[in-house]
């Protein structure tokens, strides 16, 4: 009778636990990424109509298109699983990819299941063609792509005003001067299928094919607090080069290539009090006269802008009881905080002692001092929960021309890095964190769109440096920006490493660097949470023997930092 009763009584509480365990999914199935797949996609022309599984927990959804060289040729935001994209600049017999990702409030993702992949098969204007016609020719458009398979019409327009509209049958169609000459001429012309547009092209005569050049950040005649300044521009499509020129009371000291609109200068270059102008240039090929051009003037501010706050956890899955450490990676400043998202520098409390995690929070943190500009508010959407797996994707170098110092025993920065990251991919699985990791022979767009497509929570590059006069020496971090994701733990990372290190001097820690776009693997557009690590010199003995010395130790003071940031030990 009691081994009956013992066995009722297991059987119940074995129901009541599943019962709970089941309850619990249910009620959590919409907080958490479940897969999904592509349903459709049907095109007419470039225009692209996708269908695919609606994701419960999703805030919000991205559409990302690669080619055939895993470059990122198209991105869009969305909010429904029912979208058309418009993807005017593909190429005619070019495979590309269509990809989806599911974010959740907590920007954690999950990719499609079944990325579509198409080769684009309509015709579409070359991209020999020269954007700019000779006033005294006629015009050779080059057209690639199948013109028999449809009956496809050319036509030429100005304006609006239709001068040209007949079948397309050669690849190579000639306008005719009389359309252009001596004329500040702009023609339309489109590839017709039908009604539909299939590809559209506009070329310019005795004018620019550039439009205007406006600045909109940082404002004319403004004064900056003295830290990087950020360059925000608008205009100058068709350019093929964009020139970045910096004057300092009208002379030029930094002259350089940019390829975005937006671009970080840094502070190095600035001097407090003083006076500057940046002009850009949007260049099309070798037509200087064309050059379109934008400029704003401003001055530095007298005082130094502090260094923001970091945290000694990831901020997205904290278990509670935890204690938040604010870190001040200044030498000097007080920190003030809020955990009501309001402004702290207004209304914040000065930071004296961890802060105890009982529930979610918006913590603001703001470093302040008389004598220096404030740093910037660092927003920290502090979340209580647990997350069942982390991952991190490794990335060590594949440079196999960079060799170290022979009699150290240092080859080169690809075999020696690959080495050093078997230490931390062991020591990070054997905490259960998923690794992921590149292929030497790759390149950084394909690490780049795996590492986003696996969805980690780290994206982790590992190198070694080197200087032109081999004397240089110390450690150092990149990031992508001073707002960046990973600042926290690229300082927890910094520290640590530093720490260990043989030369204690100020000097050896090289600090937190921005690479403002400039390194693929940690640029915030491609890689939501990147880090680039440059372990010591290989062209410096003392630091190539430091690294062939300590790999493991480094190793695991790596991955030991990442563990804690996570909470995972």
Known sequence: MKRIIITIIFVLITFISVTFAVSAILLNSDKILNSFSIISVDNVSHFFAINFE??????????????????????????????????????????????????????????????????????????????????????????????????????????????????????EYMINKKYYKDLEQKLDI??????????????????????????????????????????????????????????????????????????????????????YKIKINA??????????????????????????????VS???????????????????????????????????????????????????????????????????????TKETYSVYLSPSNQDGNYGVPKTGYRNEMVEMNDLTNYIEKKLQQYGVKVYRNSSYGNINLWVSDSKYYGVDLHLAIHSNASSDHQSYGVETWINEEASKSYSLAYLLQNAIYGIYYNEEEAASRGVKYANGSLGEINDEFVPFGILLEIAHHDYEKDAYWIMQNKELIANTIADTILKYFGII
Do not use: W
Request: hydrophobic content about 35%; overall charge negative; charged content about 25%.
């Open 54 to 171: 609606k994701v419960k927990a999703a805030e919000y959804y991205e559409i990302v298109v690669y080619d055939e060289n895993n470059v990122e040729v198209f991105s869009e935001k969305v909010k429904k699983n029912n979208v058309s994209i418009n993807l005017e600049k593909i190429n005619y017999n070019a495979k590309y990819k269509i990809v989806i990702y599911a974010y959740d409030k907590l920007s954690d993702s999950i990719a499609v299941l079944n990325p579509y992949i198409f080769t684009y098969s309509e015709p579409t204007f070359s991209e020999e063609n020269n954007l700019v016609m000779n006033n005294d020719e006629n015009y050779k458009l080059i057209i690639n792509g199948n013109l028999h398979k449809k009956n496809y019409l050319i036509r030429i327009s100005d304006n609006g005003y239709k001068l040209v509209e007949e079948k397309l049958t050669t690849n």
């Open 315 to 385: 901020p997205k899955y904290i278990k509670p009881g935890t204690k938040l450490i604010l870190n001040n990676p200044n030498a000097e400043g007080t920190i003030y905080f809020t955990t009501n998202g309001e402004d702290p520098v207004s209304s914040g409390t000065k930071y004296t002692e961890p802060i105890i995690v009982n529930g979610n929070m918006i913590l603001k943190a703001v470093v302040m001092e008389p004598n220096k500009n404030n740093s910037i508010v660092q927003a920290f959407d502090i979340n209580v929960g």
């Open 283 to 312: 260049m099309y090929k070798d037509y200087n006269d064309y050059t379109k051009s934008g400029e704003v003037q401003f001055k530095m501010n007298e005082k130094d802008t502090l260094k923001p706050v970091y945290l000694n």
């Open 190 to 275: 489109e590839i017709i299928d039908g009604i539909t547009s299939i590809d559209k092209i506009t070329l310019y005569n005795k004018m620019s094919p550039i439009s205007n050049i406006v600045i909109k950040t940082p404002e004319n005649d403004s004064t900056l607090n003295f830290n990087d300044v950020t360059l925000i521009y608008e205009g100058g499509e068709n350019a093929t080069k964009y020139l970045i020129q910096i004057y300092k009371d009208n002379h030029l000291i930094k002259e350089a290539e940019v390829k975005k609109n937006k671009c970080i200068i840094s502070a190095e270059l600035f001097e407090k009090a003083a006076n």
